[in-house]
Nanobody, 124 residues
Framework: QVQLVESGGGLVQAGVSLTLSCAAS????????MAWFRQAPGKEGEFVAA????????YYADSVKGRFTISRDNAKNTVYLQMNSLKPEDTAVYYCAATSVGGTYYADTTYDYWGQGTQVTVSL
């Protein structure tokens, strides 16, 4: 079992940076591929970024590529999402997710552990 707790969300102005953290507890965190998803009001959830267990491979949605960076520190059992040049359309609840079995990295059905989410609101 893995428990995930996100933090770092908030209300910010467009153009600034924000870093989200996802603290994991439970066994063998370092073996789990991790990802960030987000859900805006009235919209379906969408994939944001994913990272392999070793941190050597990362994947991004086109909408955030070049602005967001996913990373992990297995020694701290934490995965991060550095978000730069934030836009109002980045406003959403951001969720951290982990998969114990792997699969298609951008599909929410791949992930069997989820955090409670953290709100990010970007104003003009």
């Amino acid at each position: 079992q893995v428990q995930l707790v996100e933090s770092g969300g908030g209300l910010v102005q467009a153009g600034v940076s924000l870093t989200l953290s996802c603290a994991a507890s439970g066994r063998t965190f370092s073996a789990y591929p991790m990802a960030w998803f987000r859900q805006a009001p009235g919209k379906e959830g969408e994939f944001v970024a994913a990272i392999r267990w070793s941190g050597g491979s990362t994947y991004y949605a086109d909408s955030v590529k070049g602005r967001f960076t996913i990373s992990r520190d297995n020694a701290k059992n934490t995965v991060y999402l550095q978000m730069n040049s934030l836009k109002p359309e980045d406003t959403a609840v951001y969720y951290c997710a982990a998969t114990s079995v792997g699969g298609t990295y951008y599909a929410d059905t791949t992930y069997d552990y989820w955090g409670q989410g953290t709100q990010v609101t970007v104003s003009l």
